[in-house]
C-alpha cells in the first residue's frame, strides 16, 4: 500500500516584541506536536486497535499440540498474493493435503512494520497471511521478528522504517523489551486462533563484541517477558524458543565444542553455551527450538552432502537431552550451501529433493516431530529452485514443484506421534539408501547419482539416480 509521510509544518518562531505571544504561540504548537502519536512521525494508514480480533478465526489442526508437524515458512513473496486462480490453487492444494503448519515473522519476510509508531498498528500484510494460512486449514505459526525501528534506536513513522538487513536484524534495546513483549500480547489478541508462537529468531542482534560470545543473558530475558506476556493472554498459548543456530565447525578449529561432534563436524562452543543457559534460566517452554544447516558455518559439507544430514540426528538427540524430551521443532533447515546472493540453485533439482529427503529423516530420526522449509518463492518468472510451487502472478501459478511432493507427503505419513519402525534393507550398501517407514509407508532416498537396485521388505526395488520413494507396507 502507498503511504505519504505527514509533514507538520512546524517553524521556528523569532521574538518579536510580543515576547508573551510568541512563547504562548510556540508553548501551544510543542503541546500539539506532543499530544500527536510518536511527536509528529507519519501515522497514515495505521490503527490503534491492534489488538482487535481480525477475520473469522479458525479451529486449527494442531490448537492444543506442541507438535504441529511438518510444514514451511512464507518468506518475502508466497501464495498470499498474485492472480485469484493461483492462489486459490495453491490454498485449495495445501487444504486437500490436510493442511500444512506454516510460520510467518511479524515484520519482514513479507510482513509490514507492525508498530511504526508506539501504539499505532499495521497489520495489512499479516492480516492476509494469516488469513491464506485459516483457507488452507493449516496450522499457524508466528515468529516473534522482528523489532520496530522505535525499539531499536531507530525512527518512528510510518515511512521511516529501514528494511535494510542490518536494521532488520537488530534486537530491541533493553529499556524496550517491555514494549515488544506487550506487541507480542497484541498480536496473540488480534489472532487468538494461533496458538504457537516462537520467540525471536536466531539471537538477531544479541552478539556481545566485547567478549565475542552470544548475548545470551539478553536474549533470555526477552524471552522470559514475551513467555509471561502470552501466558497473560492465555495460559493456553505455547511458547517456545530459543531459535539457535545450530553452528558446526572443523572438529580441530578453537570454537569446536567435545560436547557434540560426528563425522560432520563439531558444534560452536558458544552455541552450546548459549543454550545451556537460556534452558536453565527460562521461565518455561512447550517446545525447544532451533535451526541450522547440515554443512559448517564455512560451507562444508563432511564428509560429503548424505552423510552431513546425521548431524541433524546427533544435534536432536543432544537437544532433546539438555530440555528433558521436550517436544524438538526445527524451525529452519538447510542441506545446500547458499552462493553470495543466498541463492541455491547449484544443483538439480532430483539432487537437492533427494538430500533434503535425507535431512528430514535424519530430523526425525534425531526426535523432531515439527520442521519448517524455508520456502524460496519468487514473486514472477518460471524458475524457481527448490520452490514449493510456481509463482502466482499469472492465473497459470501456482502449480506444484518437486519439493512441495516431498514435504506435503512427508508431514502426511510422518505426523507427530507417528511411530517408526524398522526396514529390512539388502542388495544395497545401507549408506547408499536411506529409509524412514512406518506400518504403512516407506519413504526410500537414493544418494548416489546413479541407479542402484535394493531389497526393501523383502522386494526388489530399482531406483534411478537421487530418486525418493514411497512404498506401501
Known amino acids: 500500500m502507498g503511504r505519504h509521510g505527514w509533514n507538520s509544518g512546524a517553524r521556528r ?23 500527536l502519536p510518536g511527536n509528529g512521525a507519519s501515522t497514515e494508514g495505521t490503527t490503534r486497535d491492534g489488538d482487535k480480533v481480525h477475520g473469522n478465526p479458525t479451529a486449527t489442526p494442531d490448537a492444543t499440540n506442541p507438535e504441529v508437524g511438518w510444514g514451511f515458512t512464507h518468506t518475502q513473496y508466497s501464495a498470499d498474493e498474485g492472480a485469484a486462480a493461483a492462489v486459490k490453487r495453491v490454498e485449495g492444494r495445501l487444504a486437500d493435503a490436510g493442511g500444512l503448519p506454516q510460520i510467518q515473522h511479524i515484520m519482514g519476510w513479507g510482513a509490514d512494520n507492525p508498530e511504526p509508531v508506539q501504539g499505532r ?26 523489532a520496530p525501528d522505535w525499539m531499536k534506536g531507530g525512527k518512528a513513522g510510518v515511512d521511516d522504517t529501514d528494511w535494510s538487513q542490518a536494521a532488520l536484524e537488530t534486537a530491541p534495546e533493553p529499556e524496550h523489551f517491555d514494549d515488544f513483549a506487550a506487541l507480542a500480547a497484541t498480536v496473540a489478541k488480534r489472532y487468538p486462533d494461533v496458538r504457537h508462537f516462537i520467540v525471536w529468531n536466531e539471537f538477531k542482534g544479541f552478539w556481545n563484541d566485547a567478549e565475542a560470545r552470544w548475548d545470551y543473558e539478553g536474549y533470555t530475558r526477552l524471552y522470559n517477558l514475551v513467555h509471561k506476556a502470552l501466558k497473560k493472554v492465555d495460559p493456553d498459548i505455547m511458547v517456545g524458543g530459543p531459535y539457535l543456530v545450530m553452528d558446526s565447525v572443523d572438529p580441530r578449529a578453537e570454537e569446536a565444542s567435545t560436547a557434540l561432534k560426528g563425522s560432520w563436524g563439531a558444534l560452536d ?19 525447544v527450538v532451533v535451526d541450522g544447516s547440515s554443512y559448517t558455518r564455512d560451507d562444508e559439507l563432511l564428509p560429503d552432502e548424505f552423510t552431513a544430514t546425521d548431524k541433524f540426528t546427533a544435534v536432536g538427540q543432544w537437544v532433546r537431552r539438555q530440555t528433558g524430551d521436550l517436544p524438538l521443532w526445527w524451525a529452519e533447515y538447510y542441506v545446500e550451501p547458499a552462493d553470495g546472493n543466498d541463492d541455491r540453485k547449484g544443483w538439480s533439482e532430483a539432487r537437492r529433493v533427494a538430500v533434503q529427503a535425507a535431512g528430514m529423516i535424519a530430523m526425525a530420526k534425531g526426535g523432531a516431530t515439527s520442521g519448517f522449509y524455508w520456502n524460496p518463492e519468487k514473486e514472477q518468472g518460471t524458475e524457481c529452485a527448490g520452490c514449493l510451487w ?13 519439493m512441495y511432493d516431498l514435504v506435503s507427503r512427508f508431514g502426511k505419513e510422518f505426523r507427530p506421534g507417528t511411530e517408526y519402525e524398522k526396514v529390512s534393507l ?15 509407508a516407506v519413504l526410500v532416498v537414493n544418494t548416489l547419482d546413479r541407479q542402484t537396485g535394493a531389497e526393501i521388505d523383502g522386494k526388489k526395488h530399482e531406483l534411478q539416480a537421487y530418486e525418493v520413494k514411497w512404498l506401501k507396507r
Open 269 to 287: 562452543q558458544r552455541i552450546v553455551d548459549a543454550f545451556a543457559y537460556w534452558n536453565e534460566h527460562k521461565v518455561g517452554a512447550d517446545f
Open 426 to 440: 539388502a542388495d544395497a550398501d545401507k549408506t547408499d539408501v536411506r529409509v524412514l517407514a512406518t506400518d504403512k
Open 121 to 146: 498498528y499495521d497489520f495489512e500484510a499479516m492480516d492476509r497471511r494469516i488469513d491464506f494460512i485459516r483457507a488452507s486449514g493449516s496450522t499457524p505459526v508466528v515468529t516473534l521478528c522482528c
Open 13 to 35: 518562531w523569532r521574538l518579536t516584541a510580543l515576547l508573551g505571544v510568541g512563547v504562548a504561540a510556540l508553548a501551544l504548537v510543542v503541546t500539539l506536536l506532543n499530544t
Open 390 to 402: 510456481t509463482p502466482t502472478d499469472t492465473a497459470g501459478g501456482g502449480e506444484k514443484l518437486p
